[in-house]
């Protein structure tokens, strides 16, 4: 089997609202996944804050490939992607997304690309 | 059942791979794909054209989520991803990438996110 890839889906449930609204923390979080991993940035990443009490969405592009997420305040649900086309190492999505916003239930999807 | 939004998760084989390294033809793909699909962007697109013969990563953040895609044209390979909290219609993948470059094989997969 040959893979172009990986993709990484987490879906993290339960998390502090205040905390998908907040900006800076989730640049942290991304920060943090990416000097972790080892990934590497290739320009500037995309943030988009809705207005209201609506979420923020972040798209990161990496040398690697993209990292991306989705929050969704009002529904303590906070999505991400992570697809690298180099092997990456195991990483604690749930205990690090329970310690950054209080995720109570973390689900990690792993997805090959590029199979045939 | 709850679902937090949709993820088309699209992998193309086959593919020209001077259709994969051409950014125009690229940003043509992508402006089809938001066109048909009534999608909204928010913000510049980012892309990034790898050095050589490597391939071309694009990503654009929408309203309704993101669109992402890398190509690998080494391979013929092209992956992309379009994530939606929104209901779309169905997007005929494999026509347009057929059409578009040369697509032989197209793998359409969808993943609901935030069920529980």
Known sequence: MVSLGTEWIVDAHGCDPASLRSLPELQN??????????????????????PGEAG???????????LACHTFPERSFAAFNLYSCRELKEWPWA????????????????VERGER
Chains 1, 2 share one sequence.
Do not use: C, N, Y
């Not at 920060?31 to 080892?38: C, K, T």
């Not at 923020?56 to 993209?66: A, M, N, R």
């Open 29 to 50: 979080f991304f920060a943090r996944v990416i000097r972790e991993l080892g990934l590497k940035t290739a320009g500037e990443p995309l943030w988009h804050v809705f």
């Open 56 to 66: 923020i969405t972040g798209l990161v592009l990496l040398t690697e490939s993209h």
């Open 95 to 110: 205990d690090r997304l329970t310690a950054a916003m209080g995720a109570q239930q973390v689900r990690v999807r792993l």
